[in-house]
């Protein structure tokens, strides 16, 4: 793409040492995740203030305003700058008179950590939206969480986060660690957007709750496949059956539960009794 904006690499380091006692009484140097607010400003104007570890600032920055409807091409934006000493992201555009303030009026608060929300009448503009159909094997599925072993980084050092990955069949395109899961798909969403890519022959993991927030930024983001190892909200199935998301929760080892979509799923592992 030659009409990418021009963007800062402001990514901070994930965690830092501390010094903790155990309950022996002993001393012990353990991890701690970072957590920093970063204020999203559009043409000077102030957006939102969102909590985020800062390891993917420009992306998270891009795909949250993606996903909550402030643009839809990318070519309208010409640069995303972080300045952690501000705590703030500048970004500049091509319009000549920014106005945000009807999406800014109309919002509704989602059970997301932080500051989850959904602008303006983004649940209106999703019931015309519903993903293309993609089949997908299970023994794919098992591939796909034996790959993810070698993630969750973060999680494995500090704990306090949350996961979400990008995959294609048993390939992990993109894994996002971050403190709200909102944040990480938004960061995912960013690195889609920038890179030009399509989500409708990808699957989409995360490590959180399946709410009616993952299934509709998931939506937005025409993946047709949403996997959690965590279980799901009934407004989440209740999303995934308008969508037609398929929805698998439970996801870990060799067990899953598919709450929508199971007849896309090819059941082709037989399990020895």
């Known amino acids: 793409m030659n009409n990418k904006p021009e963007i800062s690499h402001a990514g901070l380091a994930f965690s830092k040492s501390v010094i ?4 022996k009484g002993e001393e012990r140097l353990i ?5 920093r607010a970063l204020t999203i400003y559009v043409d000077k104007q102030e957006i939102v203030t969102l909590m985020t570890m800062g390891t993917h600032p420009e992306l998270l920055t891009l795909g949250y305003l993606k996903n909550q409807g402030f643009f839809e091409n990318i070519a309208d934006i010409k640069a995303v700058q972080v300045d952690w000493e501000t ?17 800014m009026a109309q919002r509704t608060v989602t059970t997301g950590c ?21 089949a997908i094997k299970q023994s ?26 990008l995959c294609s069949g048993t390939d992990i395109d993109f894994f996002v660690e971050d403190v709200g899961r909102h944040n990480a798909v938004d960061a995912i ?13 990808k699957i989409f993991y995360t490590t959180g709750r399946l709410t009616s927030e993952m299934v509709i930024k998931v939506t937005q983001m025409e ?9 799901a909200t009934q407004m989440g199935l209740e999303m995934a059956r308008q969508s037609g998301v398929t929805l698998i929760a439970r996801s870990k080892g060799r067990h899953f539960l598919v709450l929508n979509g199971a007849e896309h799923i090819d059941f082709d592992v037989k399990e020895e009794h």
């Open 140 to 165: 794919t599925l098992y591939g796909m969480l034996t790959s993810l072993k070698e993630y969750n980084e973060v999680y494995k050092k500090a704990g306090a986060v949350h996961g979400c990955a």
């Open 87 to 103: 705590e703030a992201v500048a970004v500049a555009t091509y319009r000549d008179n920014s106005d945000f303030s009807g999406q």
């Open 20 to 23: 903790a006692v155990d309950e």
């Open 223 to 231: 993946i047709p496949v949403l996997l959690s190892r965590s279980g």
């Open 189 to 201: 969403a960013g690195f889609m957007w920038l890179n030009g890519i399509s989500g409708q022959d």
């Open 31 to 35: 991890e701690l995740v970072g957590e």
């Open 114 to 134: 932080g500051q989850g929300t959904v602008f303006g009448r983004l649940m209106e503009k999703l019931k015309m939206i519903r993903v293309q159909d993609m």
